[in-house]
C-alpha cells in the first residue's frame, strides 16, 4: 500500500505560503502528517498500525479539496490557466520525484539482479509518465506493498495525476453551469463510488489502482471545496456555508472530533486482508472531510493538527513518502535476513533526513522559482530523460549489473514454468475408469507432473485422477481475497463430482500453514504462529468435506502442508553486496522439528478430523525431509524449490513419491522413495 503526497504544500505562518491565493491552514499540514507517518510505519512495522495504509486516502481527500480550491479561486477570478497549472504541478512534484528516481536506479543498479533491475527501469517509465497504477492492474499482481518493487508505491501519484489532467478541463468546462456544475460533480462522484464498491470484490485490483474507482475520493475533497468557495470569491475567509452550523451538535469540534475517530478506527481496525477500499474507504475518506470542514478554529485543529512538529512533518510528507518506500525495498533486498527492526528504525530516520534535505534544496527553491515556464520546461524535460532510460533499461538496452555463474543456475530454477497446470479448473490425468479426485490449490495441483508420469508407467492400472484446482483458493471464502466466487464454484463443483459413481478417492489439499495462520510472506513462512480465528470455520469446512465424502463410500486423503522455509525459494538464496562480486549463495537446510512445531496447531485439527472418518493423511515431510533437515537444493547444487511455496517440476516427477499409492492399484509398487 503506498500513498502520494503532491498537494501544494502550504507553508506555515512564517513562510511565504505556496499558493497566496488561499488562506494558509497550518492544520491541513498537521492532516498530512496524520496520513503520512501512519503510511511509514505501517510499511515499516505492519503490526503496529493495521490500516496504516489508508493515509492514501485522506491525502486524495486533501488533494482534491486544496487543488479545486485553487481551480475555483482561479476560475472566479477569471484568471484561469491550464498551462499555468500545470506549470506549478510540474514545479511542485518533479523536483523530488526525479531526485529520487535517478537515486533508486544508480543503487539499483548495484544490488538488483537482472530482471529486477529491468522491472525496475519499467516502473522508472511508468512512473514518470504517471501510469503506474495501470502498469501495476494491467501487467502484475504487486499489491498492498510488494517489498521486492522500490517503485511500486508510485501506483498513487498516477492516481492523482490523472485526476488533475481530467478535473481542471471538467471545472472550466462545466462553470457556467452554475449549481448544475455541483449536481453533476457529485452524480460523477457516486458513479466513482459504485464503480469501486462493484469491483471490489472480484476485481479488487480495479477497484485499487484505476482511477475511475478513486476519482471519488479526490472529488469528495473537491465537493468539500465549493461549500468553502463562495465566500472565499467574495474575499472573505474559506469557511463552510452559514446554514452549517459552527456550534452545537453538529458544529466545528463536533465535526473534528467525529473525524478523528473515524481515521484513528481506520489505523486501528483496517487491515490489508480486507476488500479495500470498497465500503471500507469510507471511513478514511468522511473521516478527512469532516476534520477539514471542521476549519482551522476546532480544538483538534488548533491544539493537534497545528503543532509545530506536525506541521514540519507534514511540510515534508511528500518528499518523505518518496524515499521511505524505496529505502525500506532496498534494504530489504540486499539480505532479507538481516531486515531486522533495528534495521528499518534506521531506514526511517534516514528517510526523514532525506525528506528534509530533498524538501529544503531541491523541492522548495524550484517551486518558489518566479521563471515557472523555464523551470517547468527543464524539468519537464528531465523527466522525459527518466521515462526513455527506465524503457531502455526494461528493454535491457542499459545492462544490469553482471552475477557469477552458480548465482545465474540458482536464478534459473524460478524461470522455469510453474509445476501446476496452466489453466484452473478440472484437469484430467490418465484413462482408467476409477477416478481418484483432488481438491485444492496450486500446491496440491503441483503433483499432477508426478500422478501423470506414474500413471503412464503404470499402464495397466485402473485407476485416473482429476485435479479441481484454483491458485490461491483457500477451504473458507474469508481466507483469501482472490477470486472469491471462483473458488466458492469450484469447490461446489468439486463436491458435486465427488459423489459421483467413477470417483473411488478424494485426495483435500491446501496450502494450510499460508491460509490458517495468515503467514504467506516469504520472508517468513514456516514460522510459528498462531492460528486465525478464521481458520476455525475453514477447519469446519473441511470436516464436513471429509464427512460428506466418507459417507459416500469414497477413501478420502488430507494432504499435509509441504516443508516452507524462506531460504527455499532461490531468489531468497541470493545474498547481495555493493562490493565485487555483487551476489553469492545462501542455501540453508530447514529443520523438521521446527516445521513441525509451526505446523502442529493445525496438524492437531487434521489429524482428529481424519481420525473420526476414517481418513489417511499425507506426510510430505516424511519423504522430504530426510534424517530431520528439509534440505533446499540437491546434491547436485539445483534448488528443489521453484518459488517460497511449490517444488520445481523435476523434483516432483523423481523424488515425490509419497503420492503414489493415492493412484495405484493395491499391489502395484510404489516409485522410489525421496531424496
Request: glycine share 8%; proline share 7%; aromatic share 12%.
Amino acid at each position: 500500500m503506498s500513498i502520494a503526497v503532491t498537494t501544494d504544500a502550504i507553508a506555515p505562518a512564517k513562510e511565504k505560503p505556496a499558493a497566496p491565493h488561499l488562506d494558509y491552514r497550518p492544520d491541513v499540514d498537521g492532516l498530512r502528517a496524520i496520513a503520512v507517518l501512519p503510511v511509514v510505519i505501517f510499511h515499516a512495522f505492519p503490526a503496529l498500525i493495521p490500516g496504516g495504509f489508508v493515509g492514501v486516502d485522506i491525502f486524495f481527500v486533501i488533494s482534491g479539496y486544496l487543488i479545486t480550491g485553487i481551480l475555483l479561486r482561479a476560475l472566479n477570478k477569471q484568471q484561469f490557466s491550464l498551462l499555468g497549472f500545470y506549470g506549478r504541478r510540474i514545479k511542485r512534484i518533479f523536483p523530488a520525484l526525479i531526485t529520487m528516481m535517478i537515486t533508486v536506479f544508480l543503487f539499483g543498479w548495484l544490488v538488483l539482479l537482472p530482471d529486477e533491475f529491468e522491472q525496475l527501469g519499467k516502473h522508472i517509465a511508468a512512473g514518470a509518465a504517471f501510469v503506474l497504477n495501470l502498469s501495476l492492474f494491467i501487467d502484475t499482481n504487486l499489491y498492498f506493498g510488494a517489498i521486492e518493487a522500490p517503485l511500486v508505491h508510485l501506483w498513487s501519484l498516477g492516481v492523482e495525476e490523472q485526476f488533475y489532467l481530467v478535473w481542471p478541463l471538467l471545472l472550466w468546462a462545466t462553470w457556467r453551469l452554475g449549481r448544475w456544475q455541483v449536481a453533476l460533480l457529485g452524480a460523477i462522484t457516486v458513479v466513482s463510488f459504485y464503480l469501486n464498491v462493484s469491483a471490489v470484490h472480484e476485481e479488487p485490483l480495479q477497484s485499487f489502482y484505476l482511477p475511475t474507482a478513486r476519482l471519488w475520493e479526490l472529488s469528495l475533497g473537491g465537493l468539500l471545496a465549493f461549500a468553502t468557495q463562495n465566500k472565499a470569491a467574495h474575499g472573505g475567509h474559506e469557511s463552510l456555508p452559514s446554514w452549517i452550523p459552527h456550534k452545537g451538535l453538529f458544529g466545528d469540534n463536533a465535526r473534528a472530533n467525529l473525524g478523528a475517530v473515524l481515521l484513528i478506527g481506520s489505523f486501528a481496525f483496517l487491515h490489508n486482508k480486507m476488500e479495500f477500499p470498497g465500503w471500507w474507504a469510507l471511513a478514511p475518506v468522511i473521516g478527512s472531510v469532516l476534520l477539514i470542514s471542521a476549519g482551522p478554529g476546532s480544538f483538534i485543529s488548533r491544539r493537534v493538527l497545528s503543532q509545530r512538529w506536525m506541521v514540519f512533518v507534514g511540510l515534508i510528507s511528500y518528499p518523505l513518502y518518496l524515499w521511505h518506500w524505496p529505502l525500506l525495498s532496498l534494504a530489504h533486498t540486499i539480505d532479507w535476513r538481516d531486515y531486522t527492526p533495528a534495521l528499518r528504525v534506521g531506514v526511517v530516520a534516514l528517510s526523514f533526513v532525506l525528506a528534509w534535505l530533498t524538501y529544503r534544496y531541491i523541492e522548495r527553491p524550484l517551486r518558489g522559482s518566479p521563471k515557472t515556464l523555464k523551470v517547468a520546461s527543464g524539468l519537464f524535460a528531465t523527466m522525459a530523460v527518466c521515462a526513455v532510460g527506465g524503457w531502455l533499461t526494461y528493454k535491457t538496452q542499459i545492462p544490469a549489473r553482471p552475477i557469477p555463474a552458480d548465482v545465474a543456475k540458482i536464478l534459473a530454477a524460478e524461470n522455469e514454468d510453474f509445476p501446476y497446470p496452466k489453466e484452473p479448473g478440472f484437469l484430467n490425468v490418465g484413462t482408467g475408469a476409477k477416478k481418484v479426485l483432488f481438491i485444492g490449490d496450486s500446491t496440491l495441483a503441483q503433483y499432477h507432473w508426478r500422478v501423470d508420469k506414474v500413471l503412464k508407467e503404470h499402464p495397466g492400472n485402473s485407476r485416473g485422477a482429476i485435479f479441481a484446482w484454483r491458485p490461491g483458493c483457500a477451504p473458507h471464502d474469508d481466507i483469501t481475497r482472490v477470486a472469491h466466487a471462483k473458488c466458492r464454484q469450484l469447490l461446489v463443483d468439486a463436491i458435486a463430482m465427488a459423489k459421483t459413481a467413477p470417483i473411488e478417492s478424494v485426495v483435500i489439499g491446501f496450502s494450510w500453514y499460508s491460509y490458517l495462520t495468515g503467514n504467506r510472506d516469504s520472508d517468513h513462512v514456516g514460522e510459528v504462529r498462531p492460528l486465525l480465528p478464521v481458520a476455525d470455520p475453514a477447519l469446519e469446512n473441511v470436516r464436513r468435506m471429509v464427512e460428506g465424502f466418507a459417507a459416500s463410500g469414497k477413501k478420502v486423503y488430507i494432504m499435509q502442508n509441504a516443508p516452507l522455509n524462506p531460504g527455499f525459494a532461490p531468489r531468497q538464496m541470493v545474498q547481495r553486496t555493493i562490493f565485487a562480486p555483487g551476489f553469492r549463495v545462501n542455501s540453508e537446510p530447514a529443520s523438521k522439528q521446527h516445521l513441525l512445531t509451526a505446523y502442529e496447531p493445525f496438524l492437531v485439527r487434521l489429524r482428529q478430523i481424519a481420525k473420526d472418518n476414517n481418513a489417511t493423511l499425507i506426510d510430505p515431510l516424511g519423504g522430504l525431509c530426510p534424517e530431520g533437515v528439509c534440505p533446499s537444493i540437491t546434491k547436485n547444487d539445483e534448488p528443489i524449490y521453484r518459488d517460497a511455496f511449490h517444488l520445481r517440476k523435476f523434483y516432483i516427477l523423481e523424488s515425490v513419491s509419497y503420492i503414489d499409492p493415492v493412484v495405484l492399484d493395491t499391489g502395484h509398487d510404489s516409485m522410489p522413495g525421496g531424496r
